[in-house]
């Protein structure tokens, strides 16, 4: 019996280790903060979020309203493109506060991935038409890179951009392309030459949803959300301003993004946050007269979900410390892609296990509504066994874990020679 799970806050009187490493301006700018996230969303909405459904189009928006207005949309870009100047500490307790708030979850696509690709390499004038359109929600991106066939192994990808002297013809398909059925611009990877190695020839670029030629069908994943899509590009006309920096270096903007993405997926506030129900869960939660506070199975699951977060916590302010050229920095985004996608597949677990028959879906619960579908079977979950089910490819997207276990494995290897 599970009884007594509404919502609630994390208290403000209670101090984590967080605070522990904060100084009193630190813990005064996280108070800020949390006070700023606390007034900026519904109840209603985050205690939606709280229970795993992720945010819809409309509370995205107008959260981003709220935090363009505080000009809090990308802390980590330059001031001078509209960032807020904070110190890589300030950066990361802000992200710890957005997941440990369950406030929705402003696209990562525009302001983590292509933003910094089109501040670093991009035209003035891609820089003057999209990042503010970017930072005030006006623009949602979505991410056209894997295809079918060409996931993990990226650089065999087949999307061709024929260039025709005024302008570029792409033909081809994309697959798995999250938001694209409301995403108003896209940014993607095409093949515009050929080389000696399949890296080469590849480009960048970036194109408006509305374009001619452009077809998407939606992918309804096992959680039964539509968040994915199959994207077909047929003699599709890209401008010649649509081509980002210079003709076949795209392999190398791609990897820029990529390195940027793995550092903004470990979702550690959130884990905390979700740690803290999960406690809350064992005390209401018994199997006969046990309550599941004391089962020693799950204390153990849940100690070492813990400890795991804390290391990972240590390792992303470690890597967020370092340069660039550091030796960490090359290896450091793969480290956190991996653990971060074993604990948070490890924490959907444990908490689906410990609601038992509660985390099974009673009633039509849609995270969106997917009207075009027909066939969709009316089978239905709430939000901890959507949240599990739909978790399964956290280890998948971003660079599978197995792909990151051959980065590491090689940098060791480089190293011992």
């Given at each position: 019996?599970?009884?007594?799970?509404?919502?609630?806050q994390p208290?403000d009187?209670?101090?984590?280790?967080i605070?522990?490493?904060?100084?009193?301006?630190l813990?005064?700018?996280?108070?800020?903060?949390?006070q700023f996230?606390?007034?900026?969303?519904?109840?209603?909405?985050?205690?939606r979020?709280?229970m795993?459904?992720?945010?819809?189009?409309s509370?995205?928006?107008?959260?981003?309203?709220?935090?363009?207005?505080?000009?809090?949309?990308a802390?980590?870009w330059p001031?001078e493109?509209?960032?807020t100047g904070?110190?890589?500490?300030?950066?990361?307790?802000y992200?710890i506060e957005?997941g440990?708030?369950?406030?929705p979850?402003?696209?990562?696509?525009?302001?983590a991935?292509?933003?910094?690709?089109?501040?670093?390499?991009?035209s003035?004038?891609?820089k003057d038409?999209y990042?503010?359109r970017?930072?005030?929600?006006?623009d949602?991106?979505?991410?056209?890179?894997?295809?079918?066939?060409?996931?993990?192994?990226l650089?065999?990808l087949?999307?061709r951009?024929?260039d025709k002297?005024?302008h570029?013809?792409?033909?081809g398909?994309?697959?798995?392309?999250?938001?694209?059925?409301?995403a108003?611009?896209i940014?993607?990877l095409?093949r515009?030459?050929?080389?000696?190695r399949?890296q080469?020839?590849?480009?960048?670029?970036?194109?408006?949803?509305?374009t001619?030629?452009?077809?998407?069908?939606p992918?309804?994943?096992?959680?039964?959300?539509?968040?994915?899509?199959?994207?077909?590009?047929?003699?599709?006309?890209?401008p010649?301003t649509g081509?980002?920096?210079?003709?076949g270096k795209?392999?190398?903007?791609?990897?820029?993004?990529?390195?940027?993405?793995r550092?903004?997926?470990?979702n550690i506030?959130?884990?905390?946050?979700q740690?803290a129900?999960l406690?809350?869960?064992?005390r209401?939660?018994h199997?006969?007269?046990?309550?599941?506070?004391?089962?020693?199975a799950?204390?153990r699951?849940?100690a070492r979900i813990?400890?795991d977060?804390?290391?990972?916590?240590?390792t992303?302010?470690?890597?967020?410390?370092?340069g660039r050229d550091?030796?960490f920095?090359?290896v450091?985004?793969s480290?956190?892609k991996?653990?971060?996608?074993?604990?948070?597949?490890?924490?959907a677990?444990?908490m689906?296990?410990?609601?038992?028959?509660?985390?099974a879906?009673?009633?039509?619960?849609?995270v969106?509504a997917?009207?075009?579908v027909?066939?969709?079977?009316?089978?239905f979950?709430d939000?901890?066994?959507?949240e599990y089910?739909?978790g399964r490819?956290?280890?998948?997207?971003?660079?599978?874990?197995?792909i990151?276990r051959?980065?590491?494995a090689?940098?060791?290897?480089d190293t011992?020679?």
């Amino acid at each position: 019996m599970v009884k007594n799970l509404e919502y609630r806050q994390p208290r403000d009187d209670v101090w984590d280790h967080i605070d522990l490493l904060l100084d009193d301006s630190l813990r005064a700018f996280r108070g800020e903060v949390r006070q700023f996230l606390r007034t900026a969303v519904p109840d209603e909405t985050r205690a939606r979020l709280d229970m795993g459904y992720s945010a819809t189009k409309s509370e995205v928006v107008a959260f981003l309203k709220k935090l363009s207005a505080k000009g809090w949309v990308a802390p980590a870009w330059p001031v001078e493109y509209g960032g807020t100047g904070w110190s890589q500490l300030q950066r990361f307790v802000y992200t710890i506060e957005l997941g440990n708030n369950a406030v929705p979850s402003a696209p990562p696509f525009g302001t983590a991935m292509v933003g910094p690709v089109l501040y670093t390499f991009g035209s003035q004038d891609q820089k003057d038409l999209y990042l503010p359109r970017t930072l005030s929600g006006e623009d949602f991106w979505c991410q056209g890179f894997s295809e079918p066939g060409s996931g993990s192994d990226l650089a065999s990808l087949k999307t061709r951009a024929e260039d025709k002297g005024d302008h570029y013809l792409l033909n081809g398909q994309k697959i798995w392309t999250s938001k694209a059925h409301y995403a108003d611009r896209i940014f993607l990877l095409a093949r515009t030459g050929e080389g000696a190695r399949k890296q080469e020839g590849i480009s960048f670029f970036v194109l408006d949803m509305d374009t001619p030629g452009i077809e998407i069908k939606p992918i309804i994943s096992i959680d039964m959300s539509h968040s994915l899509n199959e994207v077909f590009f047929t003699d599709v006309k890209i401008p010649k301003t649509g081509l980002v920096g210079e003709a076949g270096k795209g392999w190398s903007y791609a990897k820029f993004l990529l390195g940027n993405e793995r550092t903004g997926i470990t979702n550690i506030g959130r884990c905390r946050r979700q740690v803290a129900r999960l406690k809350r869960i064992a005390r209401a939660s018994h199997v006969g007269d046990t309550p599941l506070c004391a089962d020693q199975a799950f204390l153990r699951d849940l100690a070492r979900i813990e400890a795991d977060l804390t290391a990972l916590e240590i390792t992303e302010i470690r890597l967020l410390s370092t340069g660039r050229d550091s030796a960490f920095a090359n290896v450091g985004p793969s480290v956190l892609k991996l653990k971060s996608a074993e604990i948070q597949q490890a924490l959907a677990e444990l908490m689906v296990s410990a609601l038992g028959p509660f985390a099974a879906g009673r009633g039509p619960q849609f995270v969106e509504a997917v009207e075009d579908v027909s066939d969709l079977p009316q089978v239905f979950f709430d939000g901890a066994l959507a949240e599990y089910l739909f978790g399964r490819a956290t280890s998948i997207y971003g660079g599978t874990n197995e792909i990151q276990r051959e980065i590491l494995a090689k940098a060791t290897l480089d190293t011992l020679q």
